[in-house]
Nanobody, 123 residues
Framework: QVQLVESGGGLVQAGGSLRLSCAAS????????MGWFRQAPGKEREFVSA????????DYADSVAGRFTISRDNAKNTVYLQMNSLKPEDTAVYYC????????????????WGQGTQVTVSS
C-alpha cells in the first residue's frame, strides 16, 4: 500500500523559514516525479513545485519562485520543500504527490497524495 507522509509544517512569522518533508513508502519512486501543492482556506488546491526523478528538472509556481526550493533523496524515497521568506499568503495545507513521468503542474498528473501538513505564517 502506497503511503505519503508529510511533516515539517507549523506556525512561523513572516520572513521565516520552514522545511517540509514527504516520505513515501509502499514502493520505490525513484523513477517518478514528486510535487507539492497547497490549499488555502476557501481556495482551490494549487501547484507549488515539482521535481523529476533525477532532480535535474524542477518547476515552481510564480508565487514561490526564488523563495522555495524543492529537492529529493531517492535513497530515502523523500522529497523536501525548503520555504524561505515566508509570507502570510503562503498559509495553507501543503500536500505532496507522486506521479509517473515528467514534472507536471496539474493535479491529474499525480497518482498518489499525502494527507497534508498545515503551514501558518503570521504577519
Amino acid at each position: 500500500q502506497v503511503q505519503l507522509v508529510e511533516s515539517g509544517g507549523g506556525l512561523v512569522q513572516a520572513g521565516g523559514s520552514l522545511r517540509l518533508s514527504c516520505a513515501a513508502s509502499g514502493r520505490t519512486f525513484g523513477s517518478y516525479a514528486m510535487g507539492w501543492f497547497r490549499q488555502a482556506p476557501g481556495k482551490e488546491r494549487e501547484f507549488v513545485s515539482a521535481i523529476n526523478w533525477s532532480g535535474r528538472s524542477t518547476d515552481y509556481a510564480d508565487s514561490v519562485a526564488g523563495r522555495f526550493t524543492i529537492s529529493r533523496d531517492n535513497a530515502k524515497n523523500t522529497v523536501y520543500l525548503q520555504m524561505n521568506s515566508l509570507k502570510p499568503e503562503d498559509t495553507a495545507v501543503y500536500y505532496c504527490a507522486v506521479g509517473a513521468g515528467r514534472v507536471r503542474t496539474a493535479e491529474r498528473g499525480y497518482d498518489y497524495w499525502g494527507q497534508g501538513t498545515q503551514v501558518t505564517v503570521s504577519s
